[in-house]
Nanobody, 123 residues
Framework: QLQLQESGPGLVKPSQILSLTCTVSGGSITTSSYFWSWIRQPPGKGLEWMGTIHSDGDIYYWPSLQNRISISRDTAKNQFSLRLRSATPDDTAVYFC???????????????WGQGTQVTVSS
């Protein structure tokens, strides 16, 4: 079975880089026709799609985050990563990685999701 696991620091200081890694097992991130995405859920709010990297390497970002976000992958480790520059307290959220056949995903009933990891941006 496909499994996804988020990892990274749970506490980030304002203005620093928020960096997370999604480790994938049970399937390859280069196998055709899948999008590998980052989604977050701020406290009291809904799921917010952030961006994705396709199995062929194409990358797409949500427009409001495009000036700060970077998604990359390490195919040898079967991992993909999120970097969000200039973090603020508004970036505090539970962060998820997920796999789906479409680029944008905001429904946990669709696709395959990691369990999520809490990240707090605070000084």
């Amino acid at each position: 079975q496909l499994q996804l696991q988020e990892s990274g620091p749970g506490l980030v200081k304002p203005s620093q880089i928020l960096s997370l890694t999604c480790t994938v097992s049970g399937g390859s991130i280069t196998t055709s026709s899948y999008f590998w995405s980052w989604i977050r859920q701020p406290p009291g709010k809904g799921l917010e799609w952030m961006g994705t990297i396709h199995s062929d390497g194409d990358i797409y970002y949500w427009p409001s985050l495009q000036n700060r976000i970077s998604i990359s992958r390490d195919t040898a480790k079967n991992q993909f990563s999120l970097r969000l520059r200039s973090a603020t307290p508004d970036d505090t959220a539970v962060y998820f990685c997920a796999r789906y056949t479409e680029a944008v995903i905001t429904d946990r009933k669709k696709g395959n999701w990691g369990q999520g990891t809490q990240v707090t941006v605070s000084s």
